[in-house]
């Protein structure tokens, strides 16, 4: 009786399971949690649509501005959802590129000080537990256990070169959104307006939910074709996910401005040098074959602009509380964590 009181006291607690769930709600919430009223229940009033909604609209006649929550998320919650089930008004990619495109950042304000507030809390942990795109890649992963596929590790360089081209992507979208604008690209504008949806796969991932809108006819201009483009491109890339652990992660524009906030907001992943043995699991189980906790030897806080936060390391760390999680300084995860006594 003793030793199985003892095992009790001693279960660990699958960050995996929490995880999982905590991506099934964001997903059901960004999908469907208007049909249970949660605009309603936050908002006495629907949003009341600006003047650039209204200029946006007369744009492109299929783009379609419901009253939901005047909020958007760090993550890719997408606006094609339908008017009855929505809650957000999009993702902070497209509300960043709506500011750049109208320049009105007095009528953004709360919506860009939510969000920034939403990144300083939390930063990539957004793409580890809330982010459709990565919950479907994951799905990839299982797929391939099952079909017991063996996924390639790719060279550090490849990695590299993979991270600097987000970063450059992330440009490409906000300079397009800045330059669509100005006159002299008018003619272009129908084409180009909302750049950043035109490139977001979120789009076709959802199209599996009722309630989402059909995505490769959104945009009935002559550029339109793009669409498809861009849905043979993604195809190829998801695809890939099934030998490359997460590999639209190392590529996504979303991800690289989330991890300009990586290493200074509230949620820290901290390393205790002294209870690490260099066993190099937390490299191995890591799915964006991030090096930066089993490398660093100089700090704590082991932090990493490349890291999405998944906290697999600390869910497959043998040493106790050698990993942790804090939030503003107070753990809240560690590896190998067992129950307190009471």
Known sequence: MAKKREKSKKRKINITYLRRASQIFFILLIVYGGVIGIPQLLSKNAPIESEEDLAAAQMNENLQKEPRLNLYLPIRSCK?????????????????????????????AFPILFLILLCFLLGRVWCGWACPIGFFQEVLDWIRKVLRINYIRLPRKVNRVLRKLRYVWLSII????????????????????????????????????????????????????????????????????????????????????????????????????????????????????????????DRKVVNSKNCVMCFECLNKCPEDKCLQVKFAGKSVLSSKFSHRKK
């Open 80 to 108: 094609n959802v339908n008017k009855d089930s929505g809650v957000f008004q999009g993702c902070g990619m497209f509300l960043m590129s709506n500011v750049l495109t109208y320049r009105t950042i007095v009528a953004y």
């Open 174 to 297: 906000y300079i397009v959104s800045f330059a669509i604008a100005i006159p002299i690209f008018g003619t272009i504008r129908k084409d180009l307006f909302n750049f950043n949806c035109l490139t977001c796969p979120t789009r076709y991932i959802l199209m599996i939910f009722p309630n989402v809108r059909p995505s490769l006819m959104s945009f009935k201009t002559s550029f339109y074709a793009m669409g498809s483009i861009i849905l043979i491109l993604f195809l190829v890339v998801f695809a890939t996910g099934l030998f490359v652990r997460r590999f639209w992660c190392r590529l996504c524009p979303n991800g690289a401005f989330l991890s300009l906030f990586n290493k200074g907001c509230l949620t820290t992943k901290q390393k205790d040098m002294q209870k690490c043995t260099k066993c190099g699991i937390c490299y191995e189980v890591c799915p964006m074959d991030n090096e930066d906790v089993y490398m660093i030897k």
